[in-house]
């Protein structure tokens, strides 16, 4: 198993493109997030979702979309990068049930500047 | 929504001392608490997880204590080694099972 994989791990971008964060999962995993984590700040919920087509907000959505048309795949779209987006970005999965049950499984990340 | 706060910002040890991080958590309806160590540069690491129908739980030199009248949950390190340097991180699940909140985190320096 890969388990959670993230592309790319780094993206500069100016600012008003756009561009899509890549996330995959090989575990089969219902529930699947996106967070961002500032300098000497804790991970921030962006997007989440609980299967395939159907995707929640979380604290911070604004500026970000997200879809879910498969088990593995949830990609992050950046629709008009601003400053404030520059940030590392971090994709994770979770299984319902199991011996693994509630446990968050993050990728490597995507380290992302945006100028 | 859940907020969670995380004290101390930072923590200085010495090897072979013990370590105790604690977080508070607003929502009582949160059912689950991890612990997330982290080092520079990488993916955050669960090292301990405890559910809300259990008030402690162990592994190795790591212990997680909840108070769920309280709030309050925390994070006892025994035994520091130089290699628990790293920042740690509490988190809190309420809702859903894809939805954490997590605390600010606390740089843990443990020296030799």
């Known amino acids: 198993n890969a388990g959670v994989t993230q592309t790319p791990k780094f993206q500069v971008l100016k600012t008003g493109q756009s561009m899509t964060l890549q996330c995959a999962q090989d575990?089969?995993?219902?529930?699947m997030s996106w967070y961002r984590q500032d300098p000497g700040m804790g991970l921030r919920l962006i997007h989440y979702?609980?299967?395939?087509?159907?995707?929640d907000q979380g604290e911070v959505p604004n500026g970000y979309n997200v879809s879910r048309s498969t088990t593995e795949d949830f990609p992050l779209r950046l629709l008009s990068a601003a400053p404030s987006q520059t940030s590392v970005y971090f994709c994770?999965?979770?299984?319902?049930?199991?011996?693994?049950?509630?446990?968050?499984?993050f990728g490597p990340g995507t380290r992302l500047t945006v100028l | 929504g859940e907020n969670v706060e995380q004290h101390p910002s930072t923590l200085s040890v010495q090897e072979g001392d013990s370590a105790v991080i604690k977080c508070t958590y607003s929502?009582?309806?949160?059912?689950?608490f991890p612990w997330y160590k982290q080092e520079l540069g990488k993916r955050p690491q669960l090292i301990i997880d405890?559910?809300?129908?259990?008030g402690e739980k162990k592994d190795q030199r790591i212990a997680v204590t909840l108070n769920k009248t309280a709030k309050h949950f925390s994070l006892h390190i025994t035994e520091t080694q130089p290699e628990d340097s790293a920042v740690y991180f509490c988190?809190?699940?309420?809702?859903?099972?894809?939805?954490?909140?997590f605390g600010q985190g606390t740089i843990l320096t443990v020296h030799p």
């Open positions: 575990m089969n995993h219902e529930y």
């Open positions: 979702s609980v299967g395939a087509g159907i995707t």
């Open positions: 405890i559910r809300s129908n259990v």
């Open positions: 929502d009582s309806a949160s059912n689950y």
């Open positions: 994770a999965s979770t299984p319902r049930g199991g011996p693994k049950d509630n446990e968050q499984f």
């Open positions: 988190a809190a699940r309420s809702t859903s099972y894809g939805k954490l909140t």
